[in-house]
């Protein structure tokens, strides 16, 4: 094939700013789709794709444009997956930068930008919607303009819905976006790709998903992963177009897949290399295996359905290599697994996927983050979960993950907006003015402050229309606490946290309350503690369940009331010195998943 006609590109866009929609219109424009077979989202192969308007899954397409062939790979837009994006930006010369025309810049713009500029790519800026009421075309084209540093005259309009301006969008990317380079001299055509994404079948087992970067794949070659060290005959290649469509090979310059029948999870990982068994070519640059940022422990409501558990996440880490999982047990939810999130929004789809796909009841506890922790032996460890944070006095030292935080948000809302970055440890690094008024701020902030619903508050204070996005920028210094709570002067470890110093006070008062509130009342007076820095916090003690011993007695002489009065109290006397409290498994669930705002 000729590589000058061959254009690679993505489609990169904030959420809901109609990156699905213009795909259709692509699809539909290049005849790659049939009329009779066209659907909205039509690339959103998952259910909940559909149903909340994202892209949680890559999904490539080849299409032709008169005598080109334009590749296009539809990529997720969330942080919890920039790995994989940069990845996918890896394989493609050029990117359509897609903003709504009814709503302008948005944070996530600025970062899939910057996302795509780090891999090199050529940026077409596209204003989209141009068809709705509240549409500002000619702002928003100033505003890409100045954003992307190019005349007004080069920012495309387009409507999804319509199709207007699709075809001199294609036109554009033709022109705009460079071709693809051929193998390097020193390949010798040996064959060498860049995994950007894969999948997995029973019967086929793992298909990745290659931009070929030299030489060229064939069926029945011997290969290998750099990154596993793992061989593998190559069952089939071939070209999405958009469903897997076998042809007798692809070479550099293509966007294509390899059948590699590996079944086992753990072996294929997205930014790996694919090359021959013995080949010369050393693996490509950029490597490395994501870690997990979030974690959460995951309980069938049934112990029946924990064998069923194991094999749905074995099988979900055979198409997404993120997930990380290991076993654990619980006194109150019996045995589940701790598992490693790339942030929130992935928890959320891997526990709604084990839902949907695998039909399972799931308990799902708090995220939490993870923590360098260095004792007072020098020992450093990282630590997951609050119930194995060493002891108060223990530590010496406590690191944890920090994040820069992009936020647009109108003018009006700046006064409540900078009261929650207070309340949530973030300082402002640098402020910026859009056109119309609207002020970008870049502020930097822990990550556990993030995840205490920072997000809904934000959207909160500022009626929906701000905007944010995030990313990690290493460890720093922590004050934190690890809040115990204790129940009849017994420790519950499920219900421990981290949480800042400062907060230690509120934070018990409110789990206090919480669990008197809805922990049932036993035959005896129990004290509900929180316990932190060595001492009590907060207490509150929840009355004995009252049982009147008395009631079947009638007439006679008042001392047979008070010998009964005074045994009960004897005995209640007892069972506060002895008794243990059996938390029900509700209870427990409302502590456990409540989210900590």
């Known amino acids: 094939m000729n590589q000058k006609l061959i254009r690679n590109f993505s489609i990169i866009a904030h959420v809901d700013h109609g990156k699905s929609t213009l795909a259709d219109r692509l699809l539909e424009r290049t005849g790659t789709i049939p009329e009779r077979l066209m659907r909205d989202q039509v690339l959103d192969r998952m259910d909940l794709e559909r149903e909340r308007g994202i892209t949680i899954k890559m999904q490539p397409v080849r299409m032709r444009h008169g005598d080109f062939i334009l590749n296009l790979i539809d990529t997720p837009g969330h942080i919890d997956f920039s790995y994989e994006v940069s990845r996918a930006l890896k394989a493609v010369e050029g990117v359509l930068l897609l903003v709504d025309s009814t709503q302008g810049v948005q944070a996530q713009t600025l970062t899939t930008l910057a996302a795509a500029r780090a891999e090199h790519c050529a940026i077409i800026p ?60 020193e390949s010798g055509e040996e064959p060498r790709g860049l995994i950007f994404d894969f999948s997995y079948s029973t019967h086929r087992g793992i298909t990745v998903y290659l931009r070929v970067f030299d030489g060229t794949f064939r069926k029945g070659q011997t290969l290998r992963f750099h990154a596993a060290g793992r061989e593998f005959a190559a069952l089939e290649v071939g070209v999405f177009s958009p469903e897997e469509t076998p042809v007798d090979s692809i070479s550099a310059g293509e966007i294509g897949y390899v059948v590699t029948g590996v079944k086992e999870a753990g072996i294929v990982a997205v930014g790996d290399t694919v090359g021959l068994v013995r080949g010369s070519l ?19 409501e049934s112990q029946d359905d924990l064998p069923l558990l194991r094999q749905s996440l ?19 939810l019996g045995r589940g697994f701790r598992c490693g999130f790339l942030g929130l929004l992935h928890l959320e789809i891997i526990t709604e996927r084990l839902k949907r796909e695998f039909s399972l009841s799931l308990i799902v506890t708090m995220p939490t983050i993870s923590y360098r922790v260095t004792d007072r032996h020098g020992k450093e460890e990282i630590v997951y979960t609050p119930a194995k944070f060493p002891e108060h006095g223990e530590i010496v030292r406590i690191e944890e993950p920090w994040t820069k935080v992009t936020i647009i948000t109108p003018p009006d809302s700046m006064s409540a907006l900078m009261q929650m970055l207070h309340e949530h440890e973030a300082h402002i690094v640098a402020t910026e003015t859009y056109e119309g008024g609207r002020i970008e701020l870049m502020v930097e902030m822990p990550l556990r402050e993030l995840m205490r619903g920072f997000f809904d508050k934000l959207k909160n204070v500022s009626s929906g229309y701000a905007s944010l996005s995030y990313e990690l920028i290493g460890e720093r210094v ?23 110093r400062h907060r230690v006070q509120e934070e018990g008062e409110r789990m206090a309350e919480k669990l008197h509130a809805i922990l049932p009342k036993q035959l005896f007076v129990t004290k509900i503690q929180a316990q932190a820095l060595g001492r009590i916090v907060a207490s509150r003690t929840l009355s004995a369940m009252r049982k009147d011993v008395t009631g079947y007695l009638y007439g006679g002489d008042v001392s047979r009331k008070k010998k009964l009065l005074e045994k009960q109290k004897r005995g209640k006397k007892k069972l506060l010195s002895r008794g243990k409290v059996e938390i029900p498994e509700e209870v427990f669930m409302k502590m456990v998943q409540e989210s900590d705002r």
């Open 126 to 185: 596209v204003v989209s919607k141009i068809d709705a009421p509240a549409a500002r075309v000619g702002e928003v084209v100033e505003e890409l303009s100045r954003l992307v540093q190019i005349p007004p005259s080069e920012v495309l309009a387009v409507s999804g819905k319509t199709g207007a301006g699709v075809d001199e969008l294609l036109d554009a990317i033709a022109e705009r976006i460079p071709s693809p380079r051929g193998s390097s001299p």
């Open 314 to 332: 074995e099988r979900l880490r055979l198409s997404d290599s993120s997930i990380s999982f290991e076993e654990e047990s619980s006194g109150v």
């Open 282 to 300: 050393s693996a490509l640059p950029g490597f490395s295996r994501p870690r997990p940022v979030v974690w959460a422990s995951v309980y069938p």
């Open 478 to 500: 922590a004050d934190v606490v690890r809040l115990d709570i204790l129940v009849a002067e017994e420790p519950v470890p499920a219900f421990a946290r981290v949480v800042a």
